[in-house]
C-alpha cells in the first residue's frame, strides 16, 4: 500500500511497513488544509491529532484506510470516510496506561500544589505554611466517568492510594468489565447526579460523542459539591468552559485538565484560553498518551492494523 504518515512515529515502525514492502511518505507536520493535497494518490494514512476532514475525504478517491493512533476518532470525519468507502480503524488501549498515569499524576499535583510549590520555588519564594495544606487522599472517593480500558487503569492505581472508587451503574457490561469492576471492589450509582454526590474527585474518561458534548455543563455543575476535584483526560468537547468558569471560584473547584475546546492544531503554537489560565486550572498540553511506552504500544497496532488490512481483514474497524 501507498501510506502517508501525517504524524509523529516510530522510524522503526515504519522500517518495518517498508520491509513489507509498502510505500511510506513521513510528513509529521501537515495540518488539516495541506491533507487533501498531500493524501493524493495514498491508499491509507496514518494520523494522531491531525484532523482528517470530509473535505480532504472525498478528494481522494484512492483512499482506502484511516487508522487513527489511538482510541478517539473524533478528527477523523468518520461519516464522510462512510460515504467515500474509506474504512476508519484505531488502535483501542494501547496507550491506556499513559494516560491513567497522567490522571493519576494530575490529582496527586492537585492534592499537594505541586505546581504552585515549583513555580514559587523557581520565583525565589519560600512559603511552607501556605503549601504544606493538602487534603490527602486516602480514604478519599473517587467517582470514574467511563469505566473502559483507560477508566479500569485508573481505579487500579488510585486503589493503591487507598480511594474509594465508584462509578456509574450500567446495563449490557460484560462478564469482563463486571468482573473486574468487583476486583478493584468499585461500587456503583445510578446516574452522574449521584456519582457527583458521592465523590470528592471525579475523573472522565468518555469519547467525544453528541451524547458527551458539553456533559460538564451547568445541570451537572449545579450537583458538583463545594472543594470537589475535577479531572479530564478524555476530549475537551465535554466541559462547557464557560459554565464551569462560572462556578470554579464559588464552589472552590480545583480542575486537573489535558485536553481543551479549540485547541491548536499543530505541536508548537500559542493558545489563548481564559479557562487554562485560571488558577484553579492545572493543565497539561494534551500528553496524556505521549510516553515513550504508549508510542510503541501504539505504533505496533498501527503496523498490525494496516498489515491485516493489506491481507484483507480489517482489525479495530470505527466505521467505512
Known amino acids: 500500500m501507498r501510506i502517508l504518515i501525517a504524524d509523529k512515529f516510530p522510524a522503526d515502525s515504519m522500517d518495518e511497513l517498508r520491509a513489507a514492502g509498502h510505500e511510506v511518505e513521513f510528513a509529521p507536520d501537515l495540518d488539516a488544509d495541506d491533507l487533501a493535497t498531500a493524501l493524493s494518490a495514498h491508499q491509507a494514512v496514518v494520523v494522531r491529532s491531525t484532523r482528517v476532514t470530509g473535505a480532504a475525504i472525498a478528494a481522494n478517491d484512492d483512499l ?16 464522510a470516510a462512510t460515504i467515500n468507502s474509506t474504512v476508519v480503524c484505531n488502535t483501542p488501549g494501547r496507550n491506556a496506561v499513559a494516560v491513567a498515569e497522567l490522571a493519576i499524576g494530575l490529582i496527586l499535583a492537585i ?14 519564594g519560600w512559603n511552607k505554611k501556605r503549601w504544606s495544606r493538602a487534603r490527602g487522599l486516602k480514604g478519599r472517593t473517587l467517582g470514574i466517568v467511563g469505566f473502559g480500558d483507560i477508566g479500569a487503569e485508573v481505579a487500579s492505581r488510585a486503589a493503591a492510594f487507598g480511594l474509594a472508587i465508584v462509578t456509574v451503574d450500567r446495563s449490557g457490561r460484560s462478564e469482563a468489565a463486571l468482573e473486574r469492576l468487583s476486583q478493584l471492589d468499585v461500587a456503583t450509582v445510578p446516574d452522574l447526579e449521584g456519582l457527583f454526590a458521592a465523590a470528592d474527585i471525579v475523573s472522565f474518561h468518555v469519547p467525544s460523542v453528541p451524547g458527551t458534548a458539553g456533559m460538564i455543563g451547568r445541570e451537572l455543575l449545579g450537583h458538583v459539591r463545594r472543594g470537589t476535584v475535577i479531572i479530564n483526560t478524555s476530549r475537551g468537547e465535554i466541559i462547557d468552559e464557560e459554565a464551569l468558569l462560572e462556578v470554579i471560584d464559588e464552589k472552590d473547584l480545583r480542575i486537573g485538565v489535558d485536553v481543551y475546546l479549540d485547541e491548536p492544531g499543530a505541536g508548537e503554537n500559542t493558545f489563548d484560553s481564559a479557562f487554562a489560565r485560571h488558577p484553579r486550572v492545572y ?5 496524556g498518551a505521549s510516553t515513550d511506552q504508549a508510542q510503541r ?24
Open 64 to 79: 482506502e484506510l484511516i487508522v487513527r493512533a489511538g482510541a478517539g476518532t473524533n478528527t477523523i470525519d468518520v461519516a
Open 297 to 320: 504500544a501504539v505504533a505496533e497496532e498501527v503496523v498490525a492494523v494496516i498489515q491485516s488490512f493489506a491481507a484483507g481483514h480489517v482489525r479495530n474497524q470505527v466505521s467505512g
Open 111 to 124: 492534592d499537594r500544589n505541586i505546581p504552585d510549590n515549583v513555580a514559587e520555588l523557581r520565583s525565589g
Open 283 to 287: 493543565g497539561t498540553h494534551h500528553i
